[in-house]
Every structure is written in structure tokens, then in C-alpha cells.
């Protein structure tokens, strides 16, 4: 089975990393910081009670070491009640640090031990550690400094363990702030590199479709785009391919088409040319001036169509990519002359002049003669087509700096051409909308042009705006 992501499924996979790394990185917070909590609630619960219960039993030793002698000395019934007290004190104080031991805290086993001596020493006096009479110390000396060395020792172990825990508070502190950092690292790696792995996904997809799509507007036709990711562009790039090949075989049908047509009309035509010639000529027999006008007429009409048949024959030939330029260095000078001289009188006929506008010398193209020469009469014979009768045509060129080429320049006082049409004038059988009912023409013109300057390695353009006329333009390789 194959595995299908498409747009949402990528950006939903790149959400989820996402989520895991965000919620990753708060685990590992919550569990340090729990941790944290725990450790800390344990000082302030345990560590922090017997440090200060062991600090008072201590004192109430000493002050119960003090009282005592004071008594056994002075006699005075205040001393044996603040020794009786300090006593309490004590007892009570130990009672607090016992009772600390539970399920979840444990204290040390030195509190334990010091009780059971603690709890000895009183059940060997009987129960009564002060006797109101006896003259000997009731808690012998060395045995009070036995208890406080041990309250030390426990002591000293409470905060070995303080310290520990603030150690390990320390390093779970540095652990969260780490993971957090690191989180936030990956997290802005993830977007980085997710981000620009989904724009590269869509993007380059994007582009393809693009060429693709621009490559149906120009004259070679669509071509198929290789996009072969899963998404949602495979399929519109599926899509796209099915309507170009569609589209190729429907103008090979066209092209097809128009070729047979062409080859089955020529030879009746050239027959239907031949005998009204002749009949003009006389040649069947004598005909009367009406006769010979509507011969005329039929002539006139037929070269048309015979022209028309012609130009659809080149840009078949054209299409199939069978134009063979031959390029030879040419002087543009009187090459131009020449070219103009021809047209003159189809100009003439409109009342319009053409008039060129070159220096005395420019450097030579490479050019085929023939095939330029097309292009020129193409264009001119558009300027007088769209030109009010009158009107001049003007030709000039130009070299750019370096003398690496030369172009011309042809322009009119017509119509001129809207913005939105300028670029599709070029394209074959294209013929403005204004125009199509009452001018002649089929719209190759411009199409053979384009074709046969893109073959000689130049370019070819127009400018031109509403009511200023046009000015067409094409770039050739000088030598
Ligand atoms: P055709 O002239 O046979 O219609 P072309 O390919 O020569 O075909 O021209 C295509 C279209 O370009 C024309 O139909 C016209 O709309 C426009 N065009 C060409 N030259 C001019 C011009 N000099 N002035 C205004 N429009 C023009």
C-alpha cells in the first residue's frame, strides 16, 4: 500500500512533532520541578524541625546542667523548678523530633539510639530523675555531656543531609532549566528545518506547475511536468498532464487537418486558376468587359484564398519545426532599401508612405535574407493594414553599445494595440476581437515573425498604446 500524504496530513505530522517535543519538555520540567518541591517540602518538614528541636534540647541540657548545681548549691527551690522545666523542654523537644518518624519520613537511627538511652537512664532512677534531698548530681555530668555530643553528632548528620538535599535541588534546577533549553532548541530546529522542507515541498511543485502552465502560452507547446510527490500538486499535476497531452493531440488533429484540407483544395484551386486565366486570356473564345470584370474579381478572390492556403502551409511547416534558416552576413542598409522598394506600391495603393530612417552605415546581422524579408512585410503590411490612409511608416535601427546587436524598429500612427491583447498577438490564428469581422487576415502574421526571428536567435516585441499607434521591434546577432 502506497503512502499517502497529502498538504494537511505533512502539516499535521509537523504540528505533531510539535506537540510531542512541547509536552516532552514539560514532563521532564513537571517531574524535575516536582522533584524539587518534594526535596524542599522534606527540609521544611523534617530537617528544618530537628535542626531546631535538637538546637532546644541541647539548651535545655545545659540550662538543666546549670539549675542543677545552682540547686545542689544554693538550695533554692527556683533552681530545682527551672531545672524541672528545662527538663519538659527537653523531653518535649526529643518527643518532637520522634514523632517526625512516619511512612514517608525516616529519622535517623541516632535519635532512636539516643532514646533508648535517654529512656534507661530514667527508668533506672526509678522514674524520678530529681530528688528533692539527694546531694549528688542527678544527671552526672559526663553522662549530659555523653547526650549533648550525640544531639551534636545527630545534629551534625541533619545537616549533612540539608546540604545533600540542597545539592540535589541544585542539579534538578539545572536539569529542568537544560531540558528546557534544549526543548526550546529542537522545538526552533523542528521549525526551521519544517518549515523550509514544507515550502520546498509546495514551492518547487508550485514552480513546475508554473512552467508548465507558461509553457502552453508559448508557441512550442505544453509540456509535461514531473512532480511525483503524493499530495495534493501530484494529482494536480496529473491533472495538468492528461489536459496537455489532451491539448497536444487535439492540435496534431488540427494541424492534421488542415494540412489534408489545404493539399485536397490547392489542386482544384490551381485547376479553377488556370481555366478563369485562360478564359481571361481569351483563349476559349472572345469575352465581353462585363465577362472580363467578374474574371477579374474570381482571380482577385481565388489569389486570396491560394494566399491564404500558403500562409497556412507555412506555419504548418512552421510547427513541425522544418524552417531552415540559412544565416549569411548581411548589410542591413540596403538590404532595408530593397525590402521597402518592394512594398512601396502596396502602400502606395493606400495612399500611405513608408519611409526608413537608417544611419549611413550599421554594423551587418546574420540573417537569411528571404525569411527576414517575410518579417518585414509582415509588419509593414500590418502598419498599412491598420494605418489611415495618409499616414506615414517609419523604419529605423539601432545597434546596442558593444555592437553585439541591431534592431529594428517599425512603427505606425494607427490604432495602436490595448494593453491586455499585446500579449497574445503573437500566438497563432490570434486576431484582435475589434477587428475580426472586418479586416482581413487570419492571425499568422506575427506568429511566422516570431518564429523565424527566435530562429535567427533574436527576439521580438511591440510597444504600444490606445490612439498612439504601434512600434514593433525585433533584436538580431550582429556580426
Ligand atoms: P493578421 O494581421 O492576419 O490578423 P497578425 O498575426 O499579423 O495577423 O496580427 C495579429 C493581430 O495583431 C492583428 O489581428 C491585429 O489585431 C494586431 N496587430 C498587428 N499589427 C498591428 C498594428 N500595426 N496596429 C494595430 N494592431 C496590429
Same mark, same amino acid.
Not at 518535649?92 to 512516619?102: A, N, W
Not at 491533472?239 to 488540427?254: P, V
Not at 485562360?278 to 468587359?289: D, T, V
Given at each position: 500500500?502506497?503512502?499517502?500524504?497529502?498538504?494537511?496530513?505533512? #502539516?499535521?505530522?509537523?504540528?505533531? !512533532?510539535?506537540?510531542?517535543?512541547?509536552?516532552?519538555?514539560?514532563?521532564?520540567?513537571?517531574?524535575?520541578?516536582?522533584?524539587?518541591?518534594?526535596?524542599?517540602?522534606?527540609?521544611?518538614?523534617?530537617?528544618?524541625?530537628?535542626?531546631?528541636?535538637?538546637? &532546644?534540647?541541647?539548651?535545655?541540657?545545659?540550662?538543666?546542667?546549670?539549675?542543677?548545681? *545552682?540547686?545542689?548549691?544554693?538550695?533554692?527551690?527556683?533552681?530545682?523548678?527551672?531545672?524541672? %522545666?528545662?527538663?519538659? $523542654?527537653?523531653?518535649?523537644?526529643?518527643?518532637?523530633?520522634?514523632?517526625?518518624?512516619?511512612?514517608?519520613?525516616?529519622?535517623?537511627?541516632?535519635?532512636?539510639?539516643?532514646?533508648?538511652?535517654?529512656?534507661?537512664?530514667?527508668?533506672?532512677?526509678?522514674?524520678?530523675?530529681?530528688?528533692?534531698?539527694?546531694?549528688?548530681?542527678?544527671? +552526672?555530668?559526663?553522662?549530659?555531656?555523653?547526650?549533648?555530643?550525640?544531639?551534636?553528632?545527630?545534629?551534625? $548528620?541533619?545537616?549533612?543531609?540539608?546540604?545533600?538535599?540542597?545539592?540535589?535541588?541544585?542539579?534538578?534546577?539545572?536539569?529542568?532549566?537544560?531540558?528546557?533549553?534544549?526543548?526550546?532548541?529542537?522545538?526552533?530546529?523542528?521549525?526551521?528545518?519544517?518549515?523550509?522542507?514544507?515550502?520546498?515541498?509546495?514551492?518547487?511543485?508550485? &514552480?513546475?506547475?508554473?512552467?508548465?502552465?507558461?509553457?502552453?502560452? *508559448?508557441?512550442?507547446?505544453?509540456?509535461?511536468?514531473?512532480?511525483?510527490?503524493?499530495?495534493?500538486?501530484?494529482?494536480?499535476?496529473?491533472?495538468?498532464?492528461?489536459?496537455? %497531452?489532451?491539448? *497536444?493531440?487535439?492540435?496534431?488533429?488540427?494541424?492534421?487537418?488542415?494540412?489534408?484540407?489545404?493539399?485536397? !483544395?490547392?489542386?482544384?484551386?490551381?485547376?479553377? &486558376?488556370?481555366?478563369?486565366?485562360?478564359?481571361?486570356? /481569351?483563349?476559349?473564345?472572345?469575352?465581353?468587359?462585363?465577362?472580363?470584370?467578374?474574371?477579374? !474579381?474570381?482571380?482577385?478572390?481565388?489569389?486570396?484564398?491560394?494566399?491564404?492556403?500558403?500562409?497556412?502551409?507555412?506555419? #504548418?511547416?512552421?510547427?513541425?519545426?522544418?524552417?531552415?534558416?540559412?544565416?549569411?552576413?548581411?548589410?542591413?542598409?540596403?538590404?532595408?532599401?530593397?525590402?521597402?522598394?518592394?512594398?512601396?506600391?502596396?502602400?502606395?495603393?493606400?495612399?500611405?508612405?513608408?519611409?526608413?530612417?537608417? +544611419?549611413?552605415?550599421? +554594423?551587418?546581422?546574420?540573417?537569411?535574407?528571404?525569411?527576414?524579408?517575410?518579417?518585414?512585410?509582415?509588419?509593414?503590411?500590418?502598419?498599412?493594414?491598420?494605418?489611415?490612409?495618409?499616414?506615414?511608416?517609419?523604419?529605423?535601427?539601432?545597434?546596442?553599445?558593444?555592437?553585439?546587436?541591431?534592431?529594428?524598429?517599425?512603427?505606425?500612427?494607427? +490604432?495602436?494595440?490595448?494593453?491586455?491583447?499585446?500579449?497574445?498577438?503573437?500566438?497563432?490564428?490570434?486576431?484582435?476581437?475589434?477587428?475580426?469581422?472586418?479586416?482581413?487576415?487570419?492571425?499568422?502574421?506575427?506568429?511566422? %515573425? *516570431?518564429?523565424?526571428?527566435?530562429?535567427?536567435? /533574436?527576439?521580438?516585441?511591440?510597444?504600444?498604446?490606445?490612439?498612439?499607434?504601434?512600434?514593433?521591434?525585433?533584436?538580431?546577432?550582429?556580426?
Amino acid at each position: 500500500m502506497k503512502l499517502k500524504t497529502g498538504i494537511t496530513g505533512k #502539516l499535521f505530522i509537523w504540528y505533531s !512533532i510539535f506537540v510531542l517535543i512541547f509536552f516532552g519538555t514539560v514532563l521532564v520540567l513537571y517531574v524535575n520541578v516536582h522533584q524539587m518541591m518534594r526535596i524542599s517540602e522534606d527540609i521544611m518538614n523534617k530537617n528544618y524541625k530537628i535542626s531546631s528541636a535538637s538546637k &532546644r534540647m541541647i539548651e535545655s541540657l545545659l540550662t538543666m546542667e546549670e539549675n542543677e548545681k *545552682k540547686y545542689l548549691i544554693l538550695r533554692k527551690s527556683d533552681y530545682l523548678n527551672y531545672f524541672i %522545666s528545662a527538663q519538659k $523542654e527537653f523531653e518535649e523537644s526529643f518527643g518532637d523530633i520522634l514523632g517526625l518518624e512516619s511512612r514517608e519520613t525516616k529519622i535517623s537511627f541516632k535519635w532512636k539510639e539516643m532514646n533508648k538511652i535517654y529512656q534507661q537512664f530514667v527508668s533506672a532512677s526509678g522514674g524520678v530523675i530529681v530528688s528533692n534531698y539527694s546531694k549528688k548530681l542527678w544527671i +552526672p555530668e559526663a553522662v549530659i555531656d555523653e547526650w549533648i555530643r550525640k544531639i551534636s553528632e545527630a545534629r551534625s $548528620e541533619n545537616e549533612l543531609e540539608v546540604e545533600q538535599a540542597n545539592r540535589e535541588l541544585n542539579r534538578r534546577g539545572q536539569m529542568a532549566l537544560r531540558s528546557g533549553l534544549v526543548g526550546l532548541g529542537i522545538s526552533i530546529l523542528v521549525g526551521l528545518l519544517g518549515g523550509r522542507f514544507l515550502a520546498h515541498s509546495m514551492i518547487r511543485p508550485l &514552480r513546475e506547475l508554473l512552467a508548465g502552465i507558461r509553457s502552453i502560452s *508559448k508557441a512550442r507547446g505544453s509540456e509535461p511536468i514531473h512532480i511525483r510527490s503524493k499530495d495534493e500538486f501530484g494529482e494536480v499535476a496529473r491533472a495538468y498532464n492528461e489536459t496537455a %497531452s489532451r491539448l *497536444k493531440e487535439e492540435k496534431r488533429m488540427r494541424s492534421d487537418f488542415i494540412s489534408m484540407l489545404s493539399h485536397e !483544395i490547392r489542386t482544384p484551386l490551381t485547376s479553377i &486558376r488556370e481555366s478563369v486565366s485562360l478564359i481571361r486570356e /481569351g483563349i476559349m473564345g472572345e469575352i465581353n468587359a462585363r465577362q472580363g470584370k467578374f474574371l477579374e !474579381i474570381a482571380d482577385l478572390e481565388i489569389g486570396r484564398v491560394c494566399d491564404l492556403l500558403n500562409r497556412l502551409m507555412e506555419a #504548418l511547416r512552421l510547427e513541425s519545426n522544418t524552417l531552415k534558416i540559412q544565416p549569411v552576413p548581411l548589410d542591413p542598409v540596403p538590404f532595408v532599401a530593397g525590402t521597402l522598394e518592394q512594398i512601396r506600391p502596396a502602400a502606395a495603393a493606400k495612399n500611405n508612405g513608408v519611409e526608413a530612417q537608417l +544611419p549611413d552605415s550599421l +554594423p551587418h546581422i546574420m540573417a537569411d535574407a528571404e525569411h527576414l524579408q517575410r518579417v518585414f512585410f509582415n509588419i509593414i503590411g500590418n502598419a498599412i493594414k491598420f494605418s489611415a490612409p495618409g499616414t506615414n511608416i517609419f523604419v529605423r535601427a539601432e545597434h546596442d553599445e558593444r555592437g553585439k546587436t541591431l534592431t529594428f524598429f517599425i512603427s505606425d500612427n494607427g +490604432p495602436g494595440i490595448p494593453d491586455e491583447e499585446q500579449s497574445f498577438i503573437f500566438n497563432k490564428y490570434y486576431r484582435a476581437r475589434g477587428i475580426r469581422d472586418h479586416m482581413d487576415g487570419v492571425g499568422l502574421g506575427l506568429s511566422i %515573425s *516570431k518564429h523565424i526571428i527566435e530562429a535567427h536567435g /533574436g527576439t521580438i516585441g511591440v510597444r504600444s498604446s490606445v490612439g498612439e499607434g504601434s512600434e514593433f521591434y525585433f533584436k538580431l546577432p550582429a556580426v
